[in-house]
């Protein structure tokens, strides 16, 4: 087999990720609200296990980000890929930047669009440890610019709920039923065998920060992954879609500012 093609045996290629929209898609959009609003996915490139990709949360923001984008008029753009997963760093594969790099590829990111009259930006987290995206919304905020961080905890209990997955969100924190439920609703190509029996509990985690990952899991798994299915990643879909309408009812009705 040549080089090339054992690239391609050995990697998956992840199809509707990057928006496929045109100039004139934006414009006419555009046209139709009171103030434009952009929607960024900000994932990572991360351990999730043996049966999880390393873009799971890539994956699940972007899931995330095109079902709102199929609801309401915003938009829709690539992901940000690589983040903030210093905690997992003593897995293979695992890349990180630094917080203050995420800081200012979203700061950018958000500039940039208010130069070409998008008027804000919502940006759909899928790593929980992309704290730093809570202050730039905060400093964006206080400086009078129109942004949003998206799901909040609230949101993800909703989802939770109506979509009824088991497992706690303290007990679900990675590679467990939420992400492996969404990744088998909205790529079941990229779950790999071995979340059926994968569960790993470790609610005590007071000291992550600091040891990382690695003290608690050996697998990469907390949570429980098999309980996951896809009507489950189906319903918290919709049900983060419907969260989202005060937040552009909220963004789209700010007072103008000269």
């Known amino acids: 087999m040549s080089g090339s093609g054992a690239r391609t045996a050995a990697y998956g290629v992840v199809s509707g990720v990057v928006p496929t929209d045109t100039t004139q898609d934006v414009r006419t959009r555009g046209a139709g609200v009171s103030a434009q609003v952009a929607v960024l996915p900000v994932g990572s490139f991360e351990q999730h296990g043996p049966f999880l990709p390393l873009a799971t949360d890539t994956l699940v923001a972007c899931a995330v980000a095109r079902e709102i984008a199929a609801a309401y008029p915003v938009h829709l753009l690539p992901p940000v890929t690589v983040s903030c997963s210093h905690e997992h760093a003593a897995w293979p594969g695992t890349v990180s930047i630094s917080a203050v790099t995420l800081h200012a590829v979203v700061s950018d990111i958000a500039a940039s669009l208010r130069r070409s009259g998008v008027d804000a930006l919502v940006v759909v987290n899928g790593h929980g440890g992309n704290y730093v995206l809570g202050n730039v919304v905060q400093e964006a905020s ?22 009824g997955v088991v497992t706690s969100l303290l007990t679900d924190m990675h590679a467990g039923e939420i992400e492996t439920s969404i990744l088998l609703h909205a790529h079941p190509e990229f779950v790999r065998p071995g979340h059926e029996s994968a569960d790993f509990i470790a609610d005590d985690r007071r000291h992550l920060l600091t040891v990382g990952m690695s003290a608690y899991t050996e697998s990469g798994v907390i949570g429980r992954p098999s309980l996951g299915s896809a009507e489950k990643g189906k319903e918290l879909l919709a049900s983060l879609a419907e969260s989202f309408d005060p937040y552009f009812r909220l963004l789209t009705s700010a007072p103008d500012r000269d």
Do not use: S, Y
């Not at 206080?142 to 979509?163: H, I, Q, S, T």
């Open 142 to 163: 206080a400086r009078g610019e129109r942004m949003a961080l998206f799901p909040a905890a609230e949101d993800w209990e909703a989802a939770r709920e109506r979509a």
